[in-house]
């Protein structure tokens, strides 16, 4: 299926997100407490905390995203929405810019926003009944039947459907992308198998290993947790270049980023490291 015709698929299946928005209004949720502790937090400085902490900056700020959304920026163009790349162009893309900062705001809103209602579900509902102990998605669904009922039930079941269909394509694309172009290779999905053989064999390579993990046995919660520790580990090198890169006037030219928005950047990948570090030294320390 070429690009064309697959991003609107996607585009389409975020919708399923706001079924984690729904679970949370079907349940008793202290509001006051919860958003009291969203706004002024008591953490538990040990390696546990730690270890969390990196993991939602690790999922909050995927080093993948940096490559699907770059990626996907090129595929539009070929698309015929932008004429060629902006650097070559002597004036203008004014218009573009504004269209990737207004995609990216509004994409980290949502996201964040649907994260904030996943935690808060699972926090008042199983935590609060005592269940910290689960190993896969399905039990994660399966432990709300009881507690908050099956209208609560269907409702996760589906965001945890439709999160899956929407983000083994993304995983896997952004992989491809990434190792393709390090290669040389063709990378675009509106290419054909056979002109884009390197860039397929990673998607289905990837998505292969990723459906015989679920018969591995292995915890697949901890997986995700690991994976998103070193999404956290592996995004301080990279955002620290990308700030380089986007800082300069020798790269980008008059496209350089401005010097508040250097100055967050930096100030994100502070964030960003500090917590990496705080982890590495919780564990030298216990």
Not at 102 to 119: K, Q
Not at 159 to 177: C, D, E, R
Not at 180 to 201: C, H, I, M, N, R
Not at 230 to 255: D, E, H, Q, T
Request: proline share 4%.
């Amino acid at each position: 299926m070429p690009y064309r015709r697959y991003a609107p698929v996607l585009k389409f299946l975020t919708l399923t997100l706001f079924a984690y928005v729904a679970t949370a209004l079907t349940v008793d949720i202290p509001w006051s407490t919860a958003l009291l502790a969203t706004v002024w937090p008591r953490p538990t400085i040990n390696a546990d905390y730690c270890l969390m902490l990196v993991a939602v900056l690790g999922t909050t700020i995927s080093p993948y995203l940096f490559f699907w959304q770059a990626s996907q920026e090129v595929e539009e163009m070929k698309q015929g929405k932008v004429d060629r790349p902006l650097r070559e162009l002597a004036k203008g893309g004014a218009l573009e810019l504004d269209r990737i900062k207004i995609d990216t705001t509004v994409g980290m809103l949502f996201s964040n926003a649907i994260a904030f209602f996943i935690i808060l579900t699972t926090a008042a509902v199983l935590n609060a009944h005592g269940v910290t102990n689960i190993n896969s998605a399905t039990q994660a669904a399966e432990a709300l039947r009881p507690l908050a009922g099956d209208s609560t039930f269907v409702l996760f079941a589906l965001g945890i459907i439709g999160t899956g269909m929407l983000a083994i394509p993304v995983l896997a694309g952004s992989a491809a992308y990434g190792v393709a172009e390090a290669f040389g290779w063709q990378a675009t999905l509106e290419a054909k198998a056979p002109d884009a053989v390197g860039f397929y064999s990673i998607i289905a390579a990837a998505t292969v290993i990723g459906f015989g993990l679920g018969f591995t046995g292995i915890d697949v919660i901890h997986m995700l947790v690991w994976s998103a520790v070193l999404n956290g580990i592996v995004a301080v090198p990279i955002m620290a270049m990308m700030m380089v890169i986007v800082s300069s006037s020798k790269l980008l030219g008059r496209f350089r980023a401005r010097r508040w928005l250097v100055a967050m950047g930096w100030f994100g990948t502070a964030i960003m490291a500090v917590a990496v570090i705080a982890l590495f030294w919780s564990f030298v320390a216990a």
